[in-house]
């Protein structure tokens, strides 16, 4: 993997290997795949964080499937979740009677994915699961499990494979963190 990366004075050191991610990918996708024999899963990523992930996981889904997308706003331009979160594009699909499989980047506070949960709970789906490549150790308020989680990371603000800075660096091919010398800086979805 690639080099230290310096953003607006912050610097982000190598930290899930590109190789890391899709080995992990193939794992959590056989568990779905196994999981949903028979069915027909709509999988929903949650944009923008999640399109590389999304993206990357379908293709190891060998179920018929379909995808759709909300997009949600919470964090600004900041490293710091704003506490607030705000539906930008709602589903298109049908939700009710069907096998909903919500796709996220990272569950920081959790906020993000109770908020679709209540959202899609309304909508009477035959059942509901959650899968994020990452999951920040110890911070989640949610009182329910991520059914399929990629990796557990400590609360440490990270970068690349979807995830932005300010709306940059999602192109990373690999996930960085912030080295801890520079983790009070200020700070984003
Ligand atoms: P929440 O705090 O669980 O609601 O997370 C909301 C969203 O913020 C996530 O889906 C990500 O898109 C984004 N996010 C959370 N933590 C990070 C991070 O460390 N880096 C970049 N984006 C993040
Ligand atoms: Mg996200």
Redesign the pocket.
């Known amino acids: 993997m690639a080099e230290l990366i310096k953003i607006n004075g912050d610097t982000f050191e190598p930290f899930i290997t590109e190789e890391k991610i899709r080995q992990r990918i193939k794992e959590l996708a056989g568990r779905i795949n196994s999981d949903y024999r028979g069915k027909t899963p709509i999988f929903i990523g ?5 399109f590389i992930f999304l993206a990357d996981l379908i293709r190891e889904i060998h179920v018929d499937c379909e995808i759709d997308f909300f997009k ?1 706003s919470s964090y600004g331009d900041a490293k710091i979740s704003s506490g607030q979160v705000t539906l930008l594009k709602d589903l298109n699909c049908q939700v009710e009677g069907r096998d909903i499989v919500v796709v ?3 569950v920081d506070s959790g906020l ?1 994915i109770a908020f679709i949960k209540n959202i899609i709970e309304k909508e009477n789906p035959m059942s509901l699961k959650f899968v994020s490549l990452l999951l920040k150790k110890g911070i989640p308020k949610i009182d329910f499990p991520i059914d399929y989680v990629g990796f557990e990371i400590p609360p440490d603000f990270v970068i690349g494979y979807g995830l932005d800075y300010a709306q940059k660096v999602r192109n990373l091919k690999s996930i960085y963190r912030l080295t801890p010398q520079a983790s009070t800086a200020s700070g984003n ?1």
Do not use: R
Not at 46 to 50: K, Q
């Open positions: 949650v944009l923008n964080g999640s949600l996220e980047d990272i993000s979805s």
